[in-house]
T-cell receptor
Framework: SAVISQKPSRDICQRGTSLTIQCQVD?????MFWYRQQPGQSLTLIAT?????????ESGFVIDKFPISRPNLTFSTLTVSNMSPEDSSIYLC????????????FGPGTRLTVL | DAKTTQPNSMESNEEEPVHLPCNHS???????IHWYRQLPSQGPEYVIH???SNVNNRMASLAIAEDRKSSTLILHRATLRDAAVYYC?????????FGTGTRLQVFP
């Protein structure tokens, strides 16, 4: 299994500002992902964080809005840029090893409220 | 990833078995069937997965139809802690794409 921590656990931010969320895992993993969960909704995949290269974004998500870094196999950051109230969500980091037969582990999430 | 269909909600009484259905009529030969659940105020957690054969682990059992177009997650004795949203996901790549899931309520 993998233990994942996220910082911050929650934050309240002003419109137009940016917030960087950190994800740390206790072991090396090949795959790291970022999800968004809007209030009362299911999880939506934002992007796959690739070590040493640009993240791979899902349809509807762009790098300018959600820049992602992954400097090594245990750490990634997601920045929510130029925030608006519509960005109020829970942001979750997920990790696993490559292969559709492998388990994926999720962090506790970061609850973001934008005023 | 292929689409799955699950009931929006189900109810159970504590200590009774629960059968959570999932339809996936467009499943391909390389799709694994994964189940995850999300307890209130927590990130999702893995429950079980399978390809063709039925699977058992300490949390649940997964029954897969012979044609693989449907599957059932079985909780043998529901507890209050099993109240969660259960997601059935077909996976042929590294990505997990979540649908809307089934909200399971468990009554004492």
């Amino acid at each position: 299994s993998a233990v994942i921590s996220q910082k911050p656990s929650r934050d309240i931010c002003q419109r137009g500002t940016s917030l960087t969320i950190q994800c740390q895992v206790d072991s090396q993993v090949t795959m790291m992902f970022w999800y968004r969960q809007q209030p009362g909704q299911s999880l939506t995949l934002i992007a796959t964080a690739n070590q040493g290269s640009e993240a791979t974004y899902e349809s509807g998500f762009v790098i300018d809005k959600f820049p992602i870094s992954r400097p090594n196999l245990t750490f990634s950051t997601l920045t929510v840029s130029n925030m608006s109230p519509e960005d109020s969500s829970i942001y979750l980091c997920s990790v696993g090893n490559s292969g559709p037969y492998n388990e994926q582990f999720f962090g506790p999430g970061t609850r973001l409220t934008v005023l | 990833d292929a689409k799955t269909t699950q009931p929006n909600s189900m109810e159970s009484n504590e200590e009774e078995p629960v059968h959570l259905p999932c339809n996936h009529s467009t499943i391909s030969g390389t799709d694994y069937i994964h189940w995850y659940r999300q307890l209130p105020s927590q990130g999702p957690e893995y429950v079980i997965h399978g390809l063709t054969s039925n699977v058992n682990n300490r949390m649940a059992s997964l029954a897969i139809a012979e044609d693989r177009k449907s599957s059932t997650l079985i909780l043998h004795r529901a507890t209050l802690r099993d109240a969660a949203v259960y997601y059935c996901i077909l996976r042929s790549t590294d990505k997990l794409i979540f649908g809307t899931g089934t909200r399971l309520q468990v009554f004492p």
